[in-house]
């Protein structure tokens, strides 16, 4: 069973910085591919940044470009993202997903296993 855990979730202020983790429990996690998706108040889920296995591509839904930053430690089984300049629109749950697809996805469905969330809350 794949258990993934977020954390570092919180309140900051419009220009603010925070930084979520994730921790997987998969003994492969350097072939799955990683994704960050979140989900703001009466929107629906949508994508924020993933990272693919062993080669580490990455890719970022526009809103987020030059602001976040998705990375990996293989060693720690942890994906993180770092968010910058947050914005109040930045506002949702954080959901961290793996996917053992190889390429870059952006499809929900195409992602097998998920955490729980946290919650980011960037005040004006």
């Known amino acids: 069973q794949v258990q993934l855990v977020e954390s570092g979730g919180g309140l900051v202020q419009t220009g603010g910085s925070l930084r979520v983790s994730c921790v997987a429990s998969m003994t492969t996690f350097i072939a799955y591919g990683m994704a960050w998706f979140r989900q703001g108040p009466g929107a629906e889920r949508e994508f924020v940044a993933a990272m693919s296995g062993f080669h580490h591509e990455t890719d970022y839904t526009d809103s987020v470009k030059g602001r976040f930053i998705i990375s990996r430690d293989d060693s720690k089984n942890t994906v993180y993202l770092q968010m910058n300049t947050l914005k109040p629109e930045d506002t949702a749950v954080y959901y961290c997903?793996?996917?053992?697809?190889?390429?870059?996805?952006?499809?929900?469905?195409?992602?097998?296993?998920w955490g729980q969330g946290t919650q980011v809350t960037v005040s004006l």
């Open positions: 997903a793996a996917t053992r697809r190889t390429w870059l996805t952006r499809t929900i469905n195409d992602y097998e296993h």
